[in-house]
């Protein structure tokens, strides 16, 4: 448990540094959503890692919890509930008063979390091994219904119409017939921004397009564009990337699952074990986001190979450069791209491109 327990340190220490270097280079941006929730985890972060060096904290909150309970069991659920209700009120005064984030503390979530937590860490030592299998098992089943129904890939734009423009739907069905795409039907939607999507459900693979995108490139661009999508279809980028996200579940499940196991071993106390299970998740989820942004970036230049390869490099060379104008670069912000950034630069992408010419 000492090695693991020291792991956990590095992890957070780590993490609070990438947090702390996501804030600076965003300071001027504070109101973003993204800032806003990154400095909240910083601060959740700070005050974890402060419980986790110091654990003695517990022992005084156990010994007001259990001079109003009188019951061992209940004072440790009680000192559970009681840590991140303090978590959540250090969140809310720093936010508001030190960063001047608007924020409201949602107790109602914490409880529910408390709550839930509380009664994984109340299962018996012997019933712990089958909840752990249970649940992998059923994450891992999940994976695989999505995977083959593929049901979860889905749409969010609104008001789709068939569409309008024959000539640009000819010219697509032309592109896909010769690149074995299979048949696909082709929709529009309002949007500002020129984008397209390839969506694949039950019903069969769809190609969605922006009105800017159809009104302000030309023909060429756009099927260079498509061909960009179809090939993150073709190289199956989805379900790739649905397994890793699924992967770091499952390794979240099986860091829980040692911390049960060996923090009983070890004769932990319940509220030790809980901050360290809700230690694991945070940096987990940034290593999440540094491997994902990394795989989803060499994507895109997978998608841009299949595109010059089954269509033309010159043309989405061209629509590359039209779409700097609507896109803001933020490549320039070492930790936000690095957690972030799901493309790389157009000036990468152009660059790599111009080479597959020569």
């Known amino acids: 448990m000492d090695l693991y327990y020291k792991i956990i340190v590095a992890f957070y220490f780590i993490d609070i540094l990438i947090l702390l270097g996501f804030s600076y280079e965003n300071r001027k941006e504070l109101a973003s959503v993204k800032v806003t929730e990154n400095i909240k985890i910083l601060i959740t972060q700070v005050f974890f890692l402060s419980l986790i060096l110091y654990p003695g904290i517990f022992d005084q909150l156990k010994l007001m919890v259990s001079a109003l309970t009188g019951a061992d069991q209940l004072s440790s659920i009680a000192v559970v509930v009681c840590t991140l209700a303090v978590k959540e009120v250090l969140k809310y005064t720093v936010a508001n008063f030190v960063v001047k984030i608007k924020y409201k503390v949602n107790f109602k979530q914490q409880l529910k979390t408390a709550v839930m937590l509380s009664g994984l860490l109340l299962v018996p030592a012997l019933w712990i091994p089958y909840l752990f299998y249970g649940v992998l098992l059923t994450t891992c089943g999940s994976l695989l219904i999505q995977l083959i129904s593929k049901k979860n890939q889905g749409f969010t734009g609104t008001d789709l119409s068939p569409l309008m423009d024959s000539e640009l739907r000819n010219a697509i069905n032309a592109y896909t017939v010769q690149a074995n795409a299979g048949h696909i039907k082709i929709f529009q939607y309002y949007n500002d921004e020129p984008n397209a999507h390839v ?151 152009i660059h790599n491109l111009k080479k597959s010419i020569l």
Do not use: C, W
Not at 264 to 285: C, E, H, V, W
Not at 327 to 343: G, M, R
């Open 199 to 349: 969506v694949s459900n039950k019903e069969g693979t769809s190609l969605i397009l922006s009105t800017r995108l159809i009104h302000d490139f030309t023909v060429k661009e756009i099927i260079s564009v498509v061909s960009h999508e179809i090939g993150h279809e073709k190289r199956l980028h989805t379900p790739i990337n649905k397994f890793i996200r699924l992967s770091f579940d499952i390794a979240l499940i099986l860091i829980g699952y040692t911390i049960l196991k060996t923090g009983t071993a070890a004769g932990l106390d319940l509220p030790i074990k809980a901050i360290l299970i809700l230690s694991a998740a945070s940096p987990l989820s940034t290593l999440k986001n540094i491997l994902i942004s990394f795989l989803t970036r060499q994507q895109e230049f997978q998608a841009d190979r299949f595109s010059a390869r089954s269509y033309s490099a010159r043309m989405l060379i061209s629509a590359l450069v039209k779409l700097k104008a609507y896109h803001k670069p933020n490549h320039h912000k070492l930790i936000a791209s690095l957690l972030y950034s799901t493309h790389p630069s157009n000036e990468a992408r």
